[in-house]
């Protein structure tokens, strides 16, 4: 099976910062139709970040993809959306390794024993001179100290 990558290009800032980004939307097994039927989908439902208040919208068919023209106040942004075979992915994930195959049960398999437990170790025994514990802090639902812990301390400049 073919992978295809799914492209984005989107006209990103204004005025003199204007440029293009390209992105890597998704990946589709398959073929080039059902590649180029999610990168519709996805053109369709597009809203891009400029312009803030749109005027006109115009998708238009490419031979390997889309062209989304959104026409703004004073400026045109243009989105290319661009159904690519993926060649090489020096990122891709690892192959998952192929499923063992299931042994034959000849006999009952003897049951193994159970690894002995490790030994429990005995609590200390508390000294008559050790300080007392400190009082758990008070901490607010997300963990966060109610009192900071540097609050009130004499060694800081």
Known sequence: ????????????????????????????????????????????????EHPRSPKRRRLLRQDDGFLLVVDGAWQSFVTRFTVAELLEDSAAPAPAPAPAPAPTPTSAPAPTPAPPSPPVAPEPVAEASAAPAAPPTERFADGVPVKPSWLGRDDLP
Do not use: D, N, Q
Request: a negative charge; glycine letters at 8%.
């Open 1 to 48: 099976m073919t992978t295809w990558g799914l492209v984005l290009e989107t006209t990103t800032g204004a005025g003199e910062r204007k440029h293009i980004e390209a992105y890597v939307v998704a990946h589709v097994t398959g073929s080039r139709e059902e590649a180029l039927a999610e990168l519709e989908r996805r053109a369709r439902t597009h809203s891009p």
